[in-house]
């Protein structure tokens, strides 16, 4: 069965530290992966997604960049954090193309910026 | 790109219906979901439709009107876990646009 991880779980960084959150996929090759960020009674906001290694695609330009260094490794980074940064980070993964694949998300990084 | 629309909280009595509606605007469509999070939590798949009409799923059946560009969302026979929010997400190509939620509490 496939499993999906990410670390940390919680994180309270000063405004402008660096961050590195990762995500990792088990029991499944070449997934999509995604990156959300959940603000506080707000929906799900893409941030970047990947359909293969060493491709990443941005949906929203910010401070924030990502990176697939391998087939099941998703990471999330910044050098510099914001006071707005702060949010649930979410990372999910589907299987191909077709469009009844639900996308499974990961147990979450719960960030604050200071 | 997509505009998404749910109300933002329902409220219903434990043994009730409650229906959460969706509606949205978009250039593509791939297929509708409904995901289901727990404060603090993960979201986690409730259904599926791209094509019109019901699925159903146990006490939790989901409709589509594409012409419409409108969706719901039908709970029954309520539960207290139930309380939770409630996602709409339409899929275009790779991705997903979700809706701000709605929130549901269930009363005894």
């Known amino acids: 069965s496939q499993t999906i991880h990410q670390w940390p779980a919680t994180l309270v960084q000063p405004v402008g530290s660096p961050l590195s959150l990762e995500c990792t996929v088990e029991?499944?090759?070449?997934?999509?992966l995604y990156w959300y960020r959940q603000a506080a009674g707000r929906g799900l906001q893409l941030l970047f997604y990947?359909?293969?290694?060493?491709?990443i695609s941005s949906e929203v330009p910010q401070n924030l960049s990502a990176s697939r260094p391998q087939d099941r490794q998703f990471i999330l980074s910044s050098k510099k954090l914001l006071l707005s940064d702060s949010g649930f980070y979410l990372c999910?993964?589907?299987?191909?193309?077709?469009?009844?694949?639900?996308?499974?998300f990961g147990p979450g990084t719960r960030l604050t910026v200071l | 790109g997509q505009n998404i629309d749910q109300p933002t909280e329902m409220t219903a009595t434990e043994g009730a219906i409650v229906q959460i509606n969706c509606t949205y605007q978009?250039?593509?469509?791939?297929?509708l979901f409904w995901y289901q999070q727990h404060a603090g939590e993960a979201p986690t798949f409730l259904s599926y439709?791209?094509?019109?009409g019901l699925e159903e799923k146990g006490r939790f059946s989901s409709f589509l009107s594409r012409s419409k560009g409108y969706s719901y969302l039908l709970l029954k026979e309520l539960q207290m876990k139930d309380s939770a929010s409630y996602l709409c997400?339409?899929?275009?190509?790779?991705?997903?646009?979700f809706g701000a939620g709605t929130t549901v509490t269930v009363r005894a």
């Open positions: 999910a993964w589907t299987q191909g193309l077709a469009g009844h694949n639900e996308q499974f």
């Open positions: 029991g499944t090759s070449n997934p999509n």
């Open positions: 990947s359909v293969g290694i060493g491709q």
């Open positions: 978009t250039s593509g469509f791939n297929g």
């Open positions: 439709n791209v094509l019109d």
């Open positions: 997400a339409v899929r275009r190509d790779y991705k997903l646009s």
